[in-house]
T-cell receptor
């Protein structure tokens, strides 16, 4: 069964809305989680590393004020797309390392975000 | 830092024929290697992984891959494909250490033709 749960699976909203996406590790603790973005017909690009109890680490070119990450507990990380615009429409996927911080990582089922 | 190259963006193959999806990587340190499959509008599912040990790795759904350190390759193979194998396949690499971020290739679309 799934070891990482991502919610919601699909969001359609108006431009200017802020959208929160949740990523939960099921029955194991994840002090680190990763957030990826995937454009149509392209690969996954790492956006940021979410660290429990500390600030997230963002990849070059990712706006940290646009994509707010909160890792408030050992099983939950959230990504908030603030004041979303059509260019933010994409497929967002989270992942968490296996138990004990080992590979491979387990991926959520992704969130399809569509901004009108 | 690592990089992954998947030279084939699309691979059409007839049902029950064999297939090989190519993957080459670049890294200055020891690596872990993975193949993931993605069906439309879904997340990623791990097919197989190489962490250490035997260079021939068997995964789910009849897939296997061979780690070739000298050629820095990790090609994915299946002796007989099914229609249900039609999907996007991603090769990925990470440093051999916990919590390391994964770098993905650009993906190969496998199209199985009836």
């Amino acid at each position: 069964g799934a070891v990482v749960s991502q919610h919601p699976s699909r969001v359609i909203c108006k431009s200017g809305t802020s959208v929160k996406i949740e990523c939960r590790s099921l029955d194991f603790q994840a002090t680190t989680m990763f957030w990826y973005r995937q454009f149509p017909k392209q690969s996954l690009m790492l956006m940021a590393t979410s660290n429990e109890g500390s600030k997230a680490t963002y990849e070059q070119g990712v706006e940290k004020d646009k994509f707010l990450i909160n890792h408030a507990s050992l099983t939950l990380s959230t990504l908030t797309v603030t004041s979303a615009h059509p260019e933010d429409s994409s497929f967002y996927i989270c992942s968490a390392p296996d138990r004990g911080g080992n590979q491979p990582q387990h991926f959520g089922d992704g969130t399809r975000l569509s901004i009108l | 830092a690592q990089s992954v190259t998947q030279l084939d963006s699309q691979v059409p193959v007839f049902e029950e024929a064999p297939v090989e999806l190519r993957c080459n990587y670049s890294s200055s340190v020891s690596v872990y290697l993975f193949w993931y499959v993605q069906y439309p509008n879904q997340g990623l599912q791990l097919l197989l992984k190489y962490l250490s040990g035997s260079t021939l790795v068997k995964g789910i759904n009849g897939f296997e891959a061979e780690f070739n350190k000298s050629q820095t390759s990790f090609h994915l193979r299946k002796p007989s494909v099914h229609i249900s194998d039609t999907a996007e396949y991603f090769c990925a690499v990470s440093d051999s250490g916990g919590y390391q971020k994964v770098t993905f290739g650009t993906g190969t679309k496998l199209q199985v033709i009836p």
